[in-house]
C-alpha cells in the first residue's frame, strides 16, 4: 500500500501536483497558509492540515512547492515546522526552486536530524503536472533517489538522478537560461512574423522537426499570436531563477550575456506591471504604444 503523502504548497503548482496525486490514487495531507487553497484540495479527497509539523508527522514522504529560500527553511526547520514532529527517516521531496549551495545546506540539516532529503526541481509547468508528464531533475542519495521516485513517478515522465544535493537545482538553473532566452526568442520571432504579414497560425508546424522547433516554439508561439495570457507561471518567479543563474555563472567565471539580458527584459516587463502574469504577456515586450492589434 502507498504510504500517504504530505504536499505544502498549494498555489499554482501545488494544485496541479495534489490533484495529479489524488487522481492517481495516492492519500494526500496538505497544508497552504492560504486556507482557500487548501480547501480546494480538500474537495477533491486531500486532508487538509493546520500546520506544516501535522503534514510531517501524518506523512511518509513530503514535497514542497514554495516559492523561496526562506519559506523553505521555515516550513521544514520552523518551530511548527515539518521536521519538529516527524518520525525518523522522512523523505522530503524539494520541488521548489532554490539555489544549489542553499539546498545543500538543508540536506546537510536535515540529514543530521535523520531525515532524507531530495532536491527535485521541475520543468513542465503546471499544464504537464496535470498529464503526469513533468520533467524532473533530482539530486541526492541514491537509495533516497530511488525512494522519490515511487512518489514522483505518478507526476513526472522523465526523471534523471542528476548527482548528489543540489545537482537537480543546478541542472534547473540551466533549464531556466534555456527557457528565458526561449522565451524571448519565439515572441521577438512573432512580432517579426506579424509585421512581415505571415501567417504566425502556420509557423510552428511549418517548423516542427527543423532545428529551431522547441516545446517553446509549440506551445508560446500561438499563445503570443492569440495574446492568450492564462496564467501557468509568474514573470517576476522567473527573475528568481535567471538571477540564480547569474549567480551561479558568477561563482563559476561562466559569460552569459543572453541570460543577463534575459533577466533584465523580465525585470523591464515585471516593473510594466506584468510581474504576476505569465509568460505568455513576454510579446506586450515587442509591441510597443503605436502597434495596432
Same mark, same amino acid.
Given at each position: 500500500?502507498?504510504?500517504?503523502? !504530505? ?9 496541479? @501536483?495534489?490533484?495529479?496525486?489524488? #487522481? ?10 492560504? &486556507? ?15 500546520? &506544516? ?15 523561496? #529560500?526562506?519559506?523553505?527553511? #521555515?516550513?521544514? *526547520? ?27 545546506? *538543508? ?19 503546471? &499544464?504537464?503536472?496535470?498529464?503526469? #508528464? ?19 513517478? =505518478? ?24 527557457? !528565458?532566452?526561449? *522565451? ?31 516545446? @517553446?516554439? =509549440?506551445?508560446?508561439?500561438?499563445? *503570443?499570436?492569440?495574446?492568450? /495570457?492564462?496564467?501557468? !507561471? ?39 506591471? /506584468? ?10 515586450? /515587442?509591441?510597443? &504604444?503605436?502597434?495596432?492589434?
Amino acid at each position: 500500500m502507498k504510504h500517504t503523502i !504530505g504536499l505544502i504548497g498549494a498555489g499554482a503548482m501545488g494544485h496541479a @501536483i495534489g490533484t495529479r496525486l489524488l #487522481e492517481s490514487g495516492s492519500r494526500l495531507n496538505v497544508y497552504d497558509r492560504n &486556507p482557500p487553497k487548501v480547501a480546494a484540495l480538500v474537495e477533491k479527497g486531500a486532508t487538509g492540515m493546520s500546520n &506544516p509539523a501535522e503534514v510531517g508527522a501524518a506523512s511518509g514522504s513530503v514535497i514542497l512547492s514554495l516559492n523561496s #529560500e526562506d519559506a523553505v527553511a #521555515e516550513v521544514v *526547520f520552523g518551530e511548527a515546522g515539518v521536521l519538529s514532529r516527524a518520525k525518523a527517516g522522512l523523505l522530503v521531496i524539494d520541488m521548489s526552486s532554490v539555489s544549489p549551495a542553499a539546498t545543500r545546506a *538543508f540536506s546537510s540539516k536535515a540529514v543530521g536530524m535523520g531525515h532524507a532529503w531530495v532536491d527535485a526541481p521541475l520543468s513542465g509547468g503546471a &499544464p504537464k503536472a496535470l498529464t503526469g #508528464e513533468l520533467t524532473l531533475m533530482l539530486g541526492g542519495e541514491a537509495g533516497d533517489v530511488t525512494a522519490a521516485r515511487e512518489v514522483l513517478s =505518478q507526476i513526472a515522465s522523465n526523471i534523471t538522478h542528476m548527482g548528489s544535493s543540489g545537482a537537480g537545482q543546478a541542472t534547473k538553473l540551466i533549464n531556466q537560461v534555456l527557457c !528565458g532566452i526561449g *522565451f524571448m526568442a519565439v515572441a521577438e520571432a512573432t512580432a517579426l512574423a506579424e509585421d512581415a504579414g505571415i501567417d504566425v497560425e502556420k509557423i510552428p508546424g511549418a517548423l516542427r522537426g527543423g532545428r529551431a522547433d522547441s516545446a @517553446i516554439l =509549440q506551445e508560446y508561439m500561438p499563445r *503570443f499570436a492569440a495574446r492568450d /495570457y492564462r496564467k501557468t !507561471g509568474r514573470l517576476d518567479n522567473f527573475i528568481k531563477d535567471l538571477n540564480g543563474a547569474m549567480d551561479l555563472a558568477r561563482q563559476k567565471n561562466t559569460p552569459v550575456p543572453f541570460t543577463s539580458l534575459s533577466c533584465d527584459v523580465h525585470r523591464i516587463m515585471t516593473r510594466a506591471g /506584468y510581474g504576476a502574469e505569465d509568460e505568455a504577456t513576454m510579446i506586450e515586450y /515587442y509591441l510597443g &504604444p503605436n502597434r495596432k492589434d
